[in-house]
């Protein structure tokens, strides 16, 4: 397991996208909540090293560091909601959208972010499960 990591984001809704990533990560449109079956699904930026540290374009840069196993906090409504790193996979967007429409029975934690990157050319989504 990598080290642990703490980092307090703003979660926005996604009516406004790429103005709303700028200011934290975005809640998907349509996704669970933590504490219903489903997946939690989170949007935020990546930049490569060297990369100005503007904005929030450096958020989600670290996440292809994560393993299995790795602890991820989230915490919604004042309630803290624990998840163990289980998955990561480096999608296409057509596969992306596919992934994020199927439904599960468990209650996951998916975080996503453009791969590689800075660039908007594949996704790379981090998936963990919630620990109960």
Known sequence: MTGVQTCALPIYDPN??????DQGVIYYPGSSLPE???KVIILGHSAPSGWPNI???RVFSKIINLQ???KIELTFKHHLYPYRVIDKHIFTKSEEEEFLAQG???KLLV????YPPGKDLKRFVIIALLEE
């Open 55 to 57: 904005n929030y374009d």
């Open 16 to 21: 406004h996208l790429h103005q709303s990533l």
């Open 36 to 38: 219903e079956e489903g």
């Open 104 to 106: 599960t029975q468990q």
């Open 111 to 114: 975080l996503s972010t453009c």
């Open 68 to 70: 299995n196993g790795d």
